[in-house]
C-alpha cells in the first residue's frame, strides 16, 4: 500500500513539475543573425552548418533519387527554406522553431540543422514522427513564440536508405549491423501485414499504456493496408503513407490552435531520409505552406522550395 501510495505521489509530482513556471533565461540569439535585407548571402551562412559535416555525394544522390524522386539533401532544403521565410520576416531572433520527427537519434539530425539558425525547437512529435503533443502541446508551443514573431513547423515520418541502395535499413556510428530504420514504423506495417494476411493472432489484450505511442501508431496505419499490400515496394511507399496519416493529424491541430499564431506559421512537412555517417541526409518536401494569424493558408510555398 505504501509502495502505491508513493507510486501516485511520484506521478502527481511530475504532473505538476510539467506545469511548473520555468525558470526565467534569455534565449540566445542566432549566431548567423539571418535577417531580411542583410547584405551577406544567406546561403553563406547555412554553410556554416554544414561546414563540418559529409559533402554532397552525386553517386549516392543518383541512389536517393531512383527510390525519392524530388528529395533534397539537407543542406539544400535548410538554404533554400531559410532563404524563403527571410523574406517574410523570419530571424533567429523572432521565430520558434517546432518539430514533430520520430524519437530516433537520426531524426535529430534535421532539427540540428535548423537549430544552428532558428534556436533550440520545441518537441511535438514521438514514434515514427507523428504529432502525439497533440493540441495541448501545440497550444503551449504556440505561447512560446515571440512577441510579434513567427514559428516554422517541421514535421513528417522518416526512413533509412543503407549505402547500397536498402529502403528501411541504415548504418549507424558505433553499430556494426545494418539497422532498421524506422524500427516503429516497419514494426506497425508487419502488423498491419499479419491482419492483411490473415496471420494475425486474435487476442483480447487491449492497448498497454506502457507502450500506447506504438499501439497508436499501429491503429493509424489501418487504413493504408490494402496500399501497402499492393505496393510495388513496401518500405518505400510506407513512408509516404504513414506522411499522409501524420498531416491529417497535424492540419486538425494546427486548425484548431490557429488562435495561437502570432504574426505567420509556416508548415513544412514530408519524409525524413536517414543516410549513413558519411553521406548527406535528405528530405522529400510534400508542404510547405505559409499561414496568417487566422491560420489561412496564404501561399503555397513547395514551387520556390522545388526551384
Known amino acids: 500500500m505504501k509502495l502505491h501510495s508513493a507510486i501516485l505521489l511520484l506521478g502527481s509530482l511530475a504532473s505538476a513539475s510539467a506545469f ?14 539571418i535577417v531580411p535585407g542583410d547584405k551577406q548571402d544567406v546561403a553563406d551562412k547555412v554553410k556554416d552548418i554544414f561546414a563540418k559535416g559529409p559533402k554532397a555525394n552525386a553517386d549516392f544522390d543518383k541512389i536517393v533519387q531512383e527510390r525519392f524522386p524530388g528529395a533534397i539533401n539537407n543542406q539544400d532544403l535548410v538554404t533554400k527554406t531559410v532563404d524563403i521565410l ?3 520576416g523570419y530571424s533567429g531572433a523572432n521565430t520558434l522553431l517546432a518539430t514533430s520527427l520520430c524519437c530516433d537519434e537520426l531524426a535529430r539530425q ?23 503533443a497533440g493540441n495541448t502541446g501545440f497550444g503551449a508551443m504556440a505561447a512560446h513564440i515571440p512577441d510579434d514573431g513567427y514559428c516554422l513547423v517541421v514535421y513528417g515520418p522518416h526512413v533509412g536508405i543503407a549505402a547500397d541502395g536498402t529502403v528501411g535499413k541504415v548504418e549507424r556510428s558505433g553499430i556494426a549491423l545494418i539497422d532498421t530504420c524506422c524500427g516503429s514504423a516497419v514494426a506497425a506495417s508487419n502488423y498491419l501485414k499479419g491482419i492483411t494476411d490473415g496471420g494475425a493472432v486474435i487476442t483480447t489484450k487491449l492497448q498497454e499504456f506502457s507502450d500506447f505511442q506504438q499501439g497508436a501508431v499501429q491503429e493509424l496505419i489501418l487504413p493504408h493496408g490494402k496500399r501497402l499490400a499492393e505496393a510495388k515496394d513496401r518500405m518505400i511507399e510506407l513512408p509516404y503513407a504513414l506522411y499522409d496519416s501524420q498531416d491529417m ?15 505567420g506559421l509556416a508548415l513544412l512537412g514530408g519524409i525524413q531520409i536517414n543516410t549513413g555517417p558519411n553521406t548527406l541526409d535528405y528530405f522529400v ?9 487566422r491560420g489561412d493558408v496564404v501561399q503555397d510555398m513547395i514551387p520556390l522550395l522545388k526551384k
Open 20 to 33: 511548473a513556471p520555468a525558470r526565467v533565461a534569455t534565449r540566445s540569439l542566432s549566431s548567423l543573425n
Open 285 to 293: 518536401p510534400m508542404r510547405f505552406d505559409y499561414m496568417n494569424y
Open 86 to 88: 527571410a523574406g517574410k
Open 249 to 263: 493529424l497535424m492540419t486538425d491541430i494546427v486548425k484548431k490552435g490557429s488562435l495561437g499564431i502570432k504574426r
Open 110 to 132: 534535421l532539427e540540428d540543422d535548423f537549430n544552428g539558425v532558428y534556436g533550440n525547437n520545441f518537441n511535438l512529435g514521438g514514434l515514427s514522427g507523428f504529432p502525439f
